[in-house]
């Protein structure tokens, strides 16, 4: 009884530590592990075995993989046909082809590339297509294996349960029903997204930081005097003066040098400032230069998450200078270098050539514009990697080829034919995926070496006797649509999947129903922007607040989580 309490601690820390602390999932696990482990409630062996085991292989070589696909041009090639005056119409393309291609590529790189495509449209506003986009690439992506990331994870703990993990259409039947309800809902829904024009207010602008230079034909002469107050697009709200931060800025202001004029505007407006001599970009003051820009939004789980720029050497750590900062419906103030990061921020950099090198980029920041960049342009290569794909996942479906082999060939010859370069694949190795789930394993085997998972199953089993397993289903699908609101969907499907796989197991059914209520449960992210990594990719672009999630994402969550709910027992019976 005295592990299972020590136990039943450590799993309750680490399940508020994600719910309510910015804490990296990644570490909180990692964590867990180590608690598990120097407590003695594992052995050293069953620790290595978690992370090399079968299931989480095959995990980390489909994501490997999905590097490959994402240099493909697909795409590319159908993306230009989206957008048309009918809106309607765009909505329709938009959110099918989404749907399609998430089902394929994961489904983050698909929101990458088409959010630019939707930004640059000239026929309707952004923000009524950009939930639209994420959405259906949430749903796409539950239709098959590899279509997001929760879906290989569930299937890697299933492997290391049972021996056997889920195959490539197993989602499929289920995942099609509640990605078409859910698309015909959102159809209607989308009516409710705000109109966002192309003047945001200033709160949903960026921020841009101007240093005045020593020789400035602005210094001595007033705001009104420089006709700073008349600029088209952007909008002089502060002014930084040594420890001083005056606002609002008076007319009649006179500009000294080395002041910090700080503008709110669109970015892209940018240039407008060139007619005045002598001011100098935070990033240009840094020695980048504007020829090269990314687009990048804070991660969930990045580590400069509450910290400055200055603190954390933004520009020696990452080869980069922010340009721009920009927090979906908050006003920020002050000078660039002393503002503390948050999930969601959008940042405009100006990029070295190291850039794209460094390993803990992405780590921190989701490139808006990395897809398209790294497009494959090279035709043979290509065509032999399409072939491939098509040959190998022919031979895995008709049984010739396990998995695992069969991802081992396919990564193989995108390395030969040139499709992906090693030095892609390690800048892109899954580090944090890897050690998210082998230390969950770990986690979940120490629930069950102690007790506590047949502590909590028992319970719930006692409490749900008479209404049957049915209701446990719906319980354990619930849970994990709460944690996948409260927390990355990722987290939610290590945290939820021993408990229901338990639960089934107190109930003497079938567990496949129960997983997949896991699975579908953790993509089941419709009404916050946090609890999934494309939902918060688009908040700044589109200009989103979370009651346009709410409004716009309610009715498509409860139509989705009815139809699974009412599907997964019949389409895998107890």
Known sequence: MSDQLVFSGI?????CALVFTRWSPVWIFVGGLLSTYFLGFVEAGDVLEKFVSPGLISLILLLLISVGIERLDWLKKVSTSLIDQ?????????????????????????????????KQNIYHRPSLLLIPLSYMAILGGTMTLIGTSTNLIVSGFLEDASGQGLAFFDFFQIGFSATLCGFLVLLFSARLLPENDDSYSVADDYLIEMRVGDTSSLVGKSILENNLRSLSGLYLVELSRGNRLLTPVSPSEVILANDILIFSGDIDTLSILDQFDGLELYGESEGFFREKMVEAVVTPTAPVIGNTLKEIGFRALFDAAVIGLRR??????????NIPLEAGDSLVLTIGPGFHDRRNTRKNFFLMEDASRSTSKKLVPGLIANMAIAAIVCLVLLGYLSLLNGLVVLLLLMLLSGVVTTAELRRRFPFEIWFLIGSALVVAQGLENTGVVDWISGNLHITLSEAGPYYGLIGIYAFTLLMTESMTNNAAAAIAFPLGYALAGSFGVDPMS???????????????????????????????VLSDYLKVGFPVMVVYSGVVIYMLPRVFPF
């Not at 009918?86 to 329709?92: C, V």
């Open 11 to 15: 799993f309750l820390t680490m399940v």
């Open 86 to 118: 009918n809106y309607n119409l765009t909505l329709f393309r938009l959110g099918a082809i989404t749907a399609v291609f998430s089902a394929i590529i994961n489904n983050t790189a698909v929101v990458a590339a088409l959010s630019q495509m939707v």
């Open 328 to 337: 979906g419906g908050k006003r920020l103030s002050g000078q660039l270098g």
């Open 514 to 544: 129960f997983v997949m209520a896991v699975a579908f449960g953790a993509s089941a992210s419709f009404m916050t922007p946090y609890g999934y990594t494309t939902n918060l990719m688009v908040q700044n672009l589109g200009g989103y």
